[in-house]
């Protein structure tokens, strides 16, 4: 019995093998180790294909997003940009099909108090719609008062749509959010897992974080619902992070994202049906005349590019002067780690900022597994005293870029992710004032961090970097 078990996962891993050999363009360390691992631990190099390496699942496409593809219209600004600059606007217009959109307001937040105090009072003066997706939303005060309040609006008569990662919430169950779906509102799970467990797409997480309310205001960055993102919690306190408010053109795409994911999970047939014949009452007219000129990218693994990662290498390819990376976590792939090397190398001041507090111990390990290799290329390591979850990138103090997008493979290749990348020198000035304030509360790593790492971190540090390989 045991025989034709072994023998039944050599079948499957071979033609696992052939898929990733002749199919999937993988490189080579990386189609390397998923050769061993199949060929010498057939069991579990089995078990971790199904969960980490194939695409998706999904059976619905294209509802009803022919219908509202015609509205996502910008105005034109006649905006006048640098070389470089323009440059990563057109790569993102070509490549990533993402337009610039020109007018809006902004409010930039550096922490959840600030961010919920003003989230709040935007959803409590809905008159249409509250449009939200989140990856966590957590089961504490902060939560149950987000969700009491959609309820309330629900029950007063305006459109609620709620999607919640089931990976990010793993172990929150849709019975959480009965008082909002009793008032009215919609709610899934994106990727619901199988009888209770976890299923096959657990690994594909959607990572964004969005909030549309009327068409009009919306919300993108790295915060989350929950009591640590306003520093409550003991254990990841103090907490630093970044997270946007627009008022403005830029919302349209925000809509345009929410609504494509919503069409994934939606088992609701009569609410798809209004969906479609409604459309156009979710892309409200833009209220901003402030030039604040923006691009919107989102990707995923439903995407055959890497839109946000071949981004951001964009920008630091175009850097002259300076690179400011802020990120919770940092594990990139080789041409991401390369094109920061080679800025360094060019006299591009290249500076990364990670935190002190570590909220996943084999990340943080793989993740200060790289700071020898960066400081060997000249280039600044920071700890922040805290736990930082801010996802930035600042080029020059001229362009930076916010969003969900870690600095890890995760993020680049399996995430849904959705970042914000900014022309407009008087929001990229808040957010350079902010990483300079952040310095303040930060120390550098220098010759004496790696000379006083125990040998057992050092151990760890080089078998987490091999498996983040895989995963």
Same mark, same amino acid.
């Given at each position: 019995?045991?025989?034709?078990?072994?023998?039944?996962?050599? +079948?499957?891993?071979?033609?696992?093998?052939?898929?990733?050999? *002749? #199919?999937?363009?993988?490189?080579?360390? =990386?189609?390397?180790?998923?050769?061993?691992?199949?060929?010498?631990?057939?069991?579990?190099?089995?078990?971790?294909?199904?969960?980490?390496?194939?695409?998706?699942?999904?059976?619905?496409?294209?509802?009803?997003?022919?219908?509202?593809?015609?509205?996502?219209?910008?105005?034109?600004?006649?905006?006048?940009?640098?070389?470089?600059?323009?440059?990563?606007?057109?790569?993102?217009?070509?490549?990533?099909?993402?337009?610039?959109?020109?007018?809006?307001?902004?409010? &930039?937040?550096?922490?959840?108090?600030?961010?919920?105090?003003?989230?709040?009072?935007?959803?409590?003066?809905?008159?249409?719609?509250?449009?939200?997706? #989140? @990856?966590?939303?957590?089961?504490?005060?902060?939560?149950?008062? *987000?969700?009491?309040?959609?309820?309330?609006?629900?029950?007063?008569? +305006?459109? +609620?749509? =709620?999607?919640?990662?089931?990976? !990010?919430?793993?172990?929150?169950?849709?019975?959480?959010?009965?008082?909002?779906?009793?008032?009215? !509102?919609?709610?899934?799970?994106?990727?619901?897992?199988?009888?209770?467990?976890?299923?096959?797409?657990?690994?594909?997480?959607?990572?964004?974080?969005?909030?549309?309310?009327?068409?009009?205001? !919306?919300?993108?960055?790295?915060?989350?619902?929950?009591?640590?993102?306003?520093?409550?919690?003991?254990?990841?306190?103090?907490?630093?992070?970044?997270?946007?408010?627009?008022?403005?053109?830029?919302?349209?795409?925000?809509?345009?994202? *929410?609504?494509?994911?919503?069409?994934?999970?939606?088992?609701?047939?009569?609410?798809?049906? &209004?969906?479609?014949?409604?459309?156009?009452?979710? @892309?409200?007219?833009?209220?901003?005349?402030?030039?604040?000129?923006?691009?919107?990218?989102?990707?995923?693994?439903?995407?055959?590019?890497?839109?946000?990662?071949?981004?951001?290498?964009?920008?630091?390819?175009?850097?002259?002067?300076?690179?400011?990376?802020?990120?919770?976590?940092?594990?990139?792939?080789?041409?991401?780690?390369?094109?920061?090397?080679?800025?360094?190398?060019?006299?591009?001041?290249?500076?990364?900022?990670?935190?002190?507090?570590?909220?996943?111990?084999?990340?943080?390990?793989?993740?200060?597994?790289?700071?020898?290799?960066?400081?060997?290329?000249?280039?600044?390591? &920071?700890? &922040?005293?805290?736990?930082?979850?801010?996802?930035?990138?600042?080029?020059?103090?001229?362009?930076?870029?916010?969003?969900?997008?870690?600095?890890?493979?995760?993020? @680049?290749?399996?995430?849904?992710?959705?970042?914000?990348?900014?022309?407009?020198?008087?929001?990229?000035?808040? +957010?350079?004032?902010? *990483?300079?304030?952040?310095?303040?509360?930060?120390?550098?790593?220098?010759?004496?961090?790696?000379?006083?790492?125990?040998?057992?971190?050092?151990?760890?540090?080089?078998?987490?970097? =091999?498996?983040?390989?895989?995963?």
């Amino acid at each position: 019995m045991l025989f034709m078990l072994m023998l039944a996962f050599r +079948v499957i891993n071979l033609f696992f093998m052939i898929i990733l050999i *002749f #199919y999937k363009r993988k490189e080579p360390a =990386l189609l390397l180790a998923w050769l061993l691992l199949l060929i010498f631990l057939p069991p579990i190099g089995c078990v971790m294909y199904l969960l980490f390496e194939r695409a998706p699942l999904s059976n619905k496409k294209g509802l009803f997003l022919n219908e509202y593809q015609d509205v996502r219209q910008g105005r034109e600004g006649g905006l006048l940009f640098n070389e470089r600059i323009h440059s990563l606007i057109h790569f993102n217009e070509i490549y990533n099909g993402s337009r610039l959109y020109q007018f809006q307001d902004f409010m &930039y937040f550096v922490d959840g108090k600030s961010k919920y105090q003003q989230l709040f009072k935007d959803i409590e003066s809905a008159t249409h719609s509250i449009h939200v997706q #989140y @990856f966590i939303i957590r089961k504490d005060e902060v939560g149950r008062q *987000f969700i009491d309040l959609l309820a309330q609006k629900a029950a007063n008569g +305006v459109e +609620v749509r =709620l999607i919640f990662d089931s990976a !990010g919430c793993f172990g929150t169950r849709l019975k959480y959010f009965d008082a909002l779906v009793q008032a009215g !509102g919609h709610v899934y799970q994106f990727h619901p897992p199988a009888l209770g467990l976890i299923g096959l797409n657990y690994n594909y997480r959607n990572h964004r974080k969005i909030v549309v309310i009327d068409g009009r205001i !919306g919300y993108l960055g790295g915060m989350n619902i929950g009591k640590e993102y306003m520093s409550l919690d003991p254990k990841f306190s103090p907490w630093r992070d970044a997270h946007l408010r627009l008022v403005g053109d830029a919302v349209w795409e925000l809509q345009h994202r *929410f609504l494509k994911d919503y069409e994934m999970v939606c088992q609701n047939k009569e609410d798809e049906q &209004y969906l479609k014949a409604n459309i156009n009452g979710y @892309f409200a007219s833009p209220l901003s005349t402030t030039l604040c000129p923006m691009q919107i990218v989102s990707d995923g693994p439903d995407t055959t590019t890497d839109d946000i990662k071949l981004t951001l290498v964009k920008m630091i390819q175009s850097a002259t002067c300076s690179v400011k990376i802020q990120t919770p976590y940092f594990i990139p792939d080789m041409l991401f780690l390369e094109t920061l090397k080679i800025a360094s190398y060019s006299g591009v001041k290249v500076e990364v900022m990670i935190p002190t507090i570590a909220d996943h111990h084999y990340v943080y390990r793989t993740t200060t597994s790289f700071i020898k290799e960066l400081r060997e290329a000249n280039i600044d390591v &920071y700890f &922040y005293e805290g736990f930082l979850h801010s996802k930035v990138i600042i080029i020059d103090e001229q362009v930076c870029t916010i969003g969900s997008t870690n600095i890890d493979q995760r993020s @680049f290749k399996i995430n849904y992710e959705i970042n914000a990348f900014i022309y407009d020198q008087q929001l990229t000035n808040q +957010v350079v004032a902010q *990483f300079k304030k952040d310095l303040e509360n930060s120390w550098l790593a220098d010759d004496s961090y790696e000379q006083n790492k125990p040998v057992w971190v050092r151990f760890e540090e080089k078998v987490y970097r =091999l498996v983040s390989m895989l995963l």
